[in-house]
C-alpha cells in the first residue's frame, strides 16, 4: 500500500476564490472519510462516502462544500466562496468495511489559508 | 452527545520518564476506543486501539486499556524517548454514525 495521499498539500488562496483538494484513498479501500482540523483541535468529521455514495454529511458541511467521488476510487472536496474562517488543515482517511472497530488511515492532510 | 475529552497539554517529561495521558469518553452505546498519534509535519497515524471493555491495546511501548466503569482509555509509557514527542489524540467510534469524534490532542515534549 502506498497510503492515502493528498493534493495539494497547501493553499493559499483569497476570500471569495473556490478552492478544490484531491484525495487518493488506499486502494480497494470502499469508505473515504473528510475531516477539518484546526489549530489545537481535533479533528471534526465533515462526509464520508462508501464507493460511490455520500452517504453522510455533517452540519459542518455548509453549502459552500461539496464532495465527490465519482468513480469510487478518488475524491475532491471543494469549496466555494472561501472564507477565513475555513482556514484549516483538511484531512481525508480511507478504510475498509467501516465499522467502528476499523482503522481509519489517514493522509497528510492539506493545510488551507484564506487571505 | 458522544464525546472525548483529553488531558491539555503541553505535557513535558524528561526521557526515560513514566508517561500517562488521561482520556476519558462519554458515549451512549459501546464505542471503540483509539490513540492516534500525529509527529511533527506527518499525517495522523493509529497508535493503538481496543474494541471492547477490559481489552488492552498496545504498541511500541505505549499501552491503554478500555475501562469501562470509569470510561476512560489512558494512555501510558514506562519510558519515554526524545523521539516520541508528538500529539496524542484519543478517540472513539461508534457504530451508528461511522465517523471517529476525537479528544482535542495532548501535545508531548520529551527532553534529553
Known amino acids: 500500500d502506498t497510503g492515502v495521499s493528498q493534493n495539494p498539500r497547501h493553499k493559499i488562496t483569497k476570500r471569495g476564490q473556490n478552492v478544490t483538494f484531491r484525495c487518493d484513498p488506499i486502494?480497494?479501500?470502499?469508505?473515504l472519510y473528510w475531516y477539518r482540523q484546526t489549530l489545537g483541535q481535533g479533528p471534526e468529521f465533515l462526509t464520508y462516502?462508501?464507493?460511490?455514495?455520500?452517504?453522510?454529511k455533517s452540519r459542518l458541511l455548509s453549502d459552500r462544500f461539496s464532495a465527490e467521488r465519482p468513480k469510487g476510487s478518488f475524491s475532491t472536496l471543494e469549496i466555494q466562496r472561501t472564507e477565513q474562517g475555513d482556514s484549516a488543515m483538511y484531512l481525508c482517511?480511507?478504510?475498509?468495511?467501516?465499522?467502528?472497530?476499523?482503522?481509519?488511515?489517514f493522509g497528510p492532510g492539506t493545510r488551507l489559508t484564506v487571505l | 452527545g458522544d464525546s472525548v475529552t483529553q488531558m491539555e497539554g503541553p505535557v513535558t517529561l524528561s526521557e526515560e520518564a513514566f508517561l500517562t495521558i488521561n482520556c476519558t469518553y462519554t458515549?451512549?452505546?459501546?464505542?471503540?476506543l483509539f490513540w492516534y498519534v500525529q509527529y511533527p509535519g506527518e499525517g495522523l497515524q493509529l497508535l493503538l486501539k481496543?474494541?471492547?471493555a477490559d481489552d488492552k491495546g498496545s504498541n511500541k511501548g505505549f499501552e491503554a486499556t478500555y475501562r469501562k466503569e470509569t470510561t476512560s482509555f489512558h494512555l501510558e509509557k514506562g519510558s519515554v524517548q526524545v523521539s516520541d514527542s508528538a500529539v496524542y489524540f484519543c478517540?472513539?467510534?461508534?457504530?451508528?454514525?461511522?465517523?471517529?469524534?476525537w479528544g482535542a490532542g495532548t501535545k508531548l515534549i520529551i527532553k534529553p
Open positions: 482517511a480511507s478504510n475498509v468495511g467501516g465499522g467502528k472497530t476499523d482503522t481509519q488511515y
Open positions: 481496543a474494541t471492547k
Open positions: 462516502f462508501q464507493n460511490e455514495a455520500q452517504l453522510e
Open positions: 486502494s480497494e479501500h470502499n469508505r
Open positions: 458515549a451512549t452505546g459501546y464505542p471503540s
Open positions: 478517540a472513539l467510534g461508534m457504530d451508528s454514525n461511522y465517523q471517529l469524534i
